[in-house]
């Protein structure tokens, strides 16, 4: 989670010149009405205290832990990223935006009672229960981080205005070892969590096989009036904590189908949200400037050369060298639709089927 992903980003994002093509907005830090449409009082006063005394945060609330590790200031700066993700939802609901992104955001683990895996306040949730503060009757949240999105189906478990969608690496080979197909939300709530659990090593064709395998029907079917996505760019085989071996162009794919998802069943309200991603020079910074590109309606072409003047600034920032182009060579990418047949000796295909069939039927689809 080193901050220099986030400066690289917004560098690049310079760099590229997309910044002309979007307002850059300032919002305010959550504040606590704010925080506690999803979180704890309690919680929340712990985090206060172990933001003003580090050696004094209680574990019993993830917080001070290897994971999440107590610091001057962690209040702060939490709530306004949570506050960020909390505006960039207010404005696409007020019609002030039609996309809006803040890759600063995508904490999707945090509970409503605990800090988890890197994660204080889940912007992501509060993003969500603010659009439904706001009035909203149906929003649906798409998670690609290869990590669960566990916080937000958490917040959203037996909320059936909430559609959680999470595709990840399999929770058997990866933290936070929950998010499995069976996972379908309350009794009350029923197929309103979705999860994919992809098997260790799945590639690009894989990954946007079995996006476009559950995904587009089940958006279709729900019919969102916000569309609310995270992007974590951890899928990637350069990734350092985790066994998927995604590109940087199938993440670029994904960030498109998200944008036409939003208009073809959201009326292009679209709040896009950062998350994981730990190879911070070479695919962060790249990843969440496609995605900025495409919500700014000025997608920048793969095989764009990385301006020069990035590339020095990352060498003086990190002492690393920088990649030259915005695609990793594997543009155009393709894969099989799901309607062209399921192999059953494919691991792969057992993980979309295993999905379908726990969800589909609960509202009302054919698995």
Known sequence: MDPVR?????????????????????????????????????????????????????????????????????????????????????????????????????????MPGAASGFCVYNDAALAIARLLELGAERVAYIDVDVHHGDGVQAAFWEDPRVLTISLHE??????????????????????????????????????????????????????????????GADTHFEDPLAHLAVSLDAQRAVQAACHDLAHEHADGRWVALGGGGYAVVEV???????????????????????????????????RQPAPHRMTDGRWPVSWAAWDEGYDPADRLDQAILATRRAVFPLRGLLA
């Open 6 to 110: 986030l400066a690289l980003t917004r560098s690049l994002v310079t760099a590229l010149g997309l910044d002309r093509d979007v307002n850059v907005v300032a919002a305010k830090a959550a504040g606590e009405s704010t925080l506690r449409l999803v979180h704890r009082e309690d919680y929340i006063d712990a985090v206060r205290a172990a933001s003003a005394d580090p050696e004094a945060a209680d574990q019993s609330y993830g917080l001070g832990t290897l994971d999440d590790p107590a610091f001057a200031g962690m209040h702060e700066v939490s709530a306004l990223i949570a506050g960020q993700s909390v505006g960039a939802a207010e404005a696409v609901w007020r019609g002030e935006a039609l996309h809006a992104v803040n890759f600063a955001g995508g904490l999707h683990h945090a």
């Open 284 to 318: 962060v910074p790249r990843s969440w400037s496609h995605l900025v590109g495409i919500a700014a309606g000025r997608p920048v072409e793969p095989t764009t050369l990385v301006p020069d003047e990035w590339r020095h600034q990352v060498y003086a920032r990190t």
């Open 170 to 231: 399999h929770p058997s080979t990866l933290f936070p070892q929950t998010g499995w197909p069976g996972e379908t939300g309350a009794s009350d709530a029923e197929g309103s969590a979705v999860n994919v659990a992809l098997p260790a090593g799945t590639g690009d064709a894989g990954w946007l096989r079995a996006f476009h395998a559950v995904v587009p029907e089940l958006i279709a079917d729900f019919r969102p009036q916000v569309l609310v996505t995270q992007h």
